[in-house]
Antibody, heavy 118, light 110 residues
């Protein structure tokens, strides 16, 4: 069965960096586009990035463009979100999701919590 | 890109029907049939309920239906059940090659 497992969340100071990973299994990872989506505590969903199966093209939300970088390793079936210059407003649960039929998220991970605080 | 507009909350009694609206612009909902709906019970990850405006993935009950008119998409849940209580989010592809979610709607089954 399809599984997406995020890791790497934790507490980081403002201005710091964090690297999130998403381990995929149960499907041919290299056949699918992937996305990162986050949810601040008590708030709604926010789409962050979208990476094609070949890692080009890549799209970002305005809120993270230039600070966050998404990448993938098809050989390892893994997705990565490198987050730099973190701000308090980046505090959220971060989900990775499989993209299906163009911009549809059919499977989601359980999420990993990132807290940005001094 | 501003979030799509959803009502903060809706409610209904078991067996009734409720409709959740999702209003965007001509740059997203109004121009593309790439509108999806997600259900998120408390403390869990979202689950896909509707895609491409009105298509139900396998396993989603036919009590859930979607539609669109102009810049507004809608999710209708008929024959409400207690298990339907959750937050619901719409999403749409945009002309900027991005995706935007709605602010979310909390469904309470009375």
């Amino acid at each position: 069965q399809v599984q997406l497992v995020e890791s790497g969340g934790g507490l980081v100071k403002p201005g710091g960096s964090l690297r999130l990973s998403c381990a995929a299994s149960g499907f041919t990872f290299s056949d699918y586009y992937m996305s990162w989506i986050r949810q601040a505590p008590g708030k709604g969903l926010e789409w962050l990035s979208y990476i094609s199966s070949s890692a080009s093209p890549i799209y970002y939300a305005d809120s993270v463009r230039g600070r966050f970088t998404v990448s993938r390793d098809n050989a390892e079936s893994s997705l990565v979100l490198q987050m730099n210059s973190l701000r308090a407003e980046d505090t959220a649960v971060y989900y990775c999701a499989r993209v299906w039929r163009s911009w549809v998220f059919d499977y989601w991970g359980q999420g990993t919590l990132v807290t940005v605080s001094s | 890109q501003s979030a799509l507009t959803q009502p903060p909350s809706v409610s209904g009694s078991p067996g009734q029907s409720v409709t959740i609206s999702c209003t965007g612009t001509s740059s997203d909902v109004g121009s593309y049939n790439r509108v999806s709906w997600y259900q998120q019970p408390p403390g869990t990850a979202p689950k896909l309920m509707i895609y491409e405006v009105s298509i139900r993935p396998s396993g989603v009950p036919d009590r859930f239906s979607g539609s669109k008119s102009g810049n507004t998409a809608s999710l209708t849940i008929s024959g409400l059940q207690a298990e339907d209580e959750a937050d619901y989010y719409c999403s749409s592809y945009t002309s900027s090659n991005t995706l935007v979610f709605g602010g979310g709607t909390k469904l309470t089954v009375l």
